[in-house]
């Protein structure tokens, strides 16, 4: 397992899902946008094209009627005899100038010769000669020139418009030609037609020609209908551009000198224009789609991603404390582990054990212990320095990764911080407790460089670390290997060994400090393991406690004490008490059944308490001691000096020993302190009314000094190591009886 997993971003999730899809929506918008647009442009372009088609047919139209009307003025029988059989000049033209000025809106009209010299003429409502004639020409020329080029064509081609005897106004109108043109700033329209006479040689007879303009406005309104938009005349410079939509129109020289313009009517941009709003709308949802679906992806990746996270999270760390778990604790050592080189500082890992753990869980039940080891991690992470790391392992076991370690004093410092900062009571709600630390402490890259030795090697510290007592630290050193596996031994095989029997108890007289008469003796258990050898109460009863074998494992020991001590005239059988059996409900009634049953006088059964017991729960202690003493029971205070109580406690409990612990004595050799201290314990012991019992008297000094002070009982091996049942019996000069032989 590693405890850095690649996450994947919300927002990149929701990039790789929103955003493809909002791009595919908008392309097709913009596709169909783009169609629209297109579609547009191409209808706009029809539509300008219609209109310029339509605009040039209906000038064509323009001009064919001004033809028409034209051949119709010039052509009738009066105007060509007028013409063909010389009159006067002024019936000509009041046959035809007139009308066509002031019915047709010419403004001036001429019969030429095919020399082009004027037979009669009219302009600006006047008779007009030669020079007026001359003054147009460049304007009526091209129109001339067509007309008699077209004449010559159909002369050749023997058109029968001139042998089928038509009337002279319908050949005038069928061979007639008209024009437009631009001069003189405006738009004029030119005619040209033939004046025959019946057998009149189409190309040499007479023409009349006219110029009619075309203002704007009339071309706007009556002949386009107002259809054209801002329709005008442009001029064309040389050079200059030309509108796309621009109609040419020609000067008297067919050049193009103008076009004439006019605002196209766009029908697409109208399609467009009413599709608009549809196409805002269609991106308004697109947006709105859009921006729902990221948020919507984006809440459901992120809680995708917090659920991983939540879960990569609970399976690395204890869900009571918060701190890393066993695994976790595993990767980041491997990694610390892994970066281990020369240069490098080492790397530590300490394992912690809380002493008495259990009797918190015991007494004050399973919440009071969760706030204690929630407490514990605060405290313990409070120790911590830079990048240390704390993890919990389960039960009151946890651990800590030392980083940059120099030496074993870096570790030792912390192990010192950490047993201070559980020196404090705990307020686990019901009460305020008092828990010790046990640590064992390896180092790498000294101790090894792999997880697993390390691991174990701290293990194996920590259980020598118990073994010394608790509540301190111990460095892994060559040789643990060896404990280790003898605990391992011993874990698999006590239950067993209990139940089979197996375990003996030794008996260790106390004797009066002359060392002659022996007073009473403590029972002391033994386990003789077929391949380990003895094993001592030392590694097997804090076992016992934990595995919960404690229970039956005193009970027998009691039994076992009994059926030998009650031979034993006039002296006390002491019985160590585990604070877990002291807890038990039925712990008094149990003991006196046992001691009853056994035939075994109490009064001559001391029991002998920890200062633990008493401490942790006062008050059941107190309720249980009174019981008993009723019943004639006695109570030794053992290893007195070493635990946490006060001398407050000797006196509220009704103690009839204290036992001063070995550690006093052991101490006396080297210092004087020692030796007051154990004075005045004596002391206060016989002022307050109690038997003063020193243990673990190993020297003459030691006894004389105590029996000097003194001290009423001494326990040692100066004296006599523990001993087997017999051999107390031989002591004592009691006869082993048939029974107990066989026993
Ligand atoms: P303890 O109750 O303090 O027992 C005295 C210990 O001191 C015994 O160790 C004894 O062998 C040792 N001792 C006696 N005289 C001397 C001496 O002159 N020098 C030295 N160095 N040691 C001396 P043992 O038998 O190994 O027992 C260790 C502890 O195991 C006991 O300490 C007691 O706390 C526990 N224990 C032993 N038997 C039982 C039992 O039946 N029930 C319970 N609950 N605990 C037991
Ligand atoms: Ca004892
Ligand atoms: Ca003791």
Not at 85 to 90: A, T
Not at 168 to 175: E, I, L
Not at 290 to 310: I, Y
Not at 667 to 686: D, F, K, P, Q
Request: charged share 20%.
């Amino acid at each position: 397992m590693t405890w850095s997993q690649s996450r994947t971003s919300p927002s990149s999730a929701t990039a790789r899902i929103v955003w493809p899809v909002a791009a595919v929506l908008l392309s097709l918008l913009a596709l169909a946008v783009g169609g629209l647009v297109w579609t547009g442009q191409r209808t706009n372009e029809l539509a300008a094209d219609q209109q310029l088609a339509t605009l040039s047919a209906s000038l064509d139209t323009e001009k064919r009627q001004t033809l028409q009307r034209f051949a119709r003025v010039v052509g009738t029988p009066a105007a060509v005899t007028a013409l063909t059989h010389p009159i006067s000049p002024r019936a000509a033209q009041a046959a035809i100038g007139e009308p066509l000025e002031q019915v047709l809106g010419f403004e001036a009209s001429f019969v030429v010769t095919p020399e082009n010299i004027v037979v009669t003429g009219r302009a600006g409502a006047e008779p007009a000669d030669q020079r007026r004639f001359d003054a147009r020409l460049h304007l009526l020329a091209p129109a001339l020139a067509e007309l008699r080029d077209k004449l010559g064509q159909l002369a050749l081609r023997r058109d029968p418009i001139f042998t089928s005897g038509a009337d002279p106004a319908t050949v005038a109108r069928k061979a007639g030609v008209s024009r437009l043109a631009f001069d003189g700033g405006m738009l004029r329209i030119l005619v040209a037609v033939p004046m025959l006479g019946e057998q009149d040689d189409p190309t040499g007879g007479l023409v009349a020609v006219g110029i009619r303009p075309l203002s704007l406005a009339s071309l706007r309104e009556d002949i386009l209908r107002g259809n054209y938009a801002d329709l005008h005349i442009e001029e064309v410079t040389a050079g200059g551009p030309i509108a796309p939509w621009a109609l040419p129109v020609l000067d008297g020289q067919s050049m193009m000198r103008a076009t004439l313009v006019w605002r196209p009517v766009r029908p697409g941009d109208q399609v467009l224009e009413r599709v608009l709003p549809s196409i805002v709308i269609a991106l308004l949802a697109i947006g709105l789609f859009s921006a729902f679906m990221f948020a919507h992806v984006r809440f459901v990746t992120t809680d995708l991603v917090n659920r991983e996270a939540r879960a990569t999270h609970l399976a690395l760390h204890d869900p009571l404390s918060g701190l890393p778990n066993r695994s976790l604790f595993a990767a980041r050592l491997d990694a610390a582990l892994a970066r281990l080189d020369d240069h490098t500082d080492g790397v530590a890992v300490l394992f912690i054990d809380l002493d008495r753990f259990k009797d918190v869980n015991d007494t004050h039940g399973h919440e009071a212990g969760d706030v204690l080891l929630r407490i514990v991690a605060r405290r313990l992470t409070d120790a911590l320095r830079g990048a240390d790391l704390l993890a919990r392992f389960g039960g009151d076991e946890f651990a800590i990764m030392q980083t940059h370690v120099r030496s074993a004093h870096d570790c030792a410092a912390l192990a010192h911080r950490i047993l201070e900062a559980m020196r404090e009571p705990f307020d686990v709600g019901a009460a305020n407790v008092m828990v010790g630390a046990t640590i064992g402490i390896a180092i790498a890259p000294e101790n090894g460089r792999e997880r697993d030795t390390l691991m174990k090697l701290a293990d194996q510290a920590l259980y020598r670390a118990k073994n010394d007592g608790r509540n301190r630290y111990a460095f892994f050193q060559i040789g643990m290997d060896h404990a280790l596996i003898m605990r391992q031994a011993v874990d698999e095989d006590l239950a067993a060994a209990i139940a089979a029997n197996e375990l003996r108890v030794h008996y260790q007289p106390q004797y009066s400090p002359d060392g002659r008469t022996i007073l009473g003796v403590e029972a002391l258990v033994r386990w003789p393991h077929p391949v380990h050898g003895m094993i001592p109460p030392s590694t097997f009863v804090p076992m016992a406690e934990e595995r919960g074998l404690i229970t039956q494992l005193s009970e027998w020991v009691l039994r076992q004490a009994c059926r030998d001590g009650r031979h034993w005239p006039g002296i006390s059988v002491a019985v160590n008490v585990s604070p877990i059996q002291f807890r038990q409900a039925d712990f008094v009634a149990r003991t006196a059944h046992i001691v009853d049953e056994e035939g075994m006088d109490p009064t001559r059964v001391e029991l002998e308490l920890t200062e633990g017991v008493i401490v942790d729960d006062a008050d059941v202690a107190e309720h249980a001691m009174v019981e008993l003493r009723s019943l004639g029971f006695r109570f030794a205070l053992d290893d007195f000096g070493t635990g946490y109580s006060s001398l407050i406690y000797l006196r509220r409990f009704a103690f009839d020993k204290i036992k001063i612990d070995r550690s006093f004595l052991e101490a006396m050799e080297t210092t004087g302190e020692s030796a007051i201290l154990v004075h005045s314990v004596v002391h206060l012991g016989r002022a307050l009314g109690l038997t003063v019992t020193a243990e673990g008297v190993e020297t003459a000094e030691q006894q004389r000094f105590l029996q000097a002070v003194g001290c009423h009982q001494l326990q040692g091996y100066l004296l006599s190591r523990p001993l087997p049942a017999a051999e107390i019996d031989a002591m004592l000069g009691v006869a082993r009886s048939a029974e107990r032989l066989s026993a």
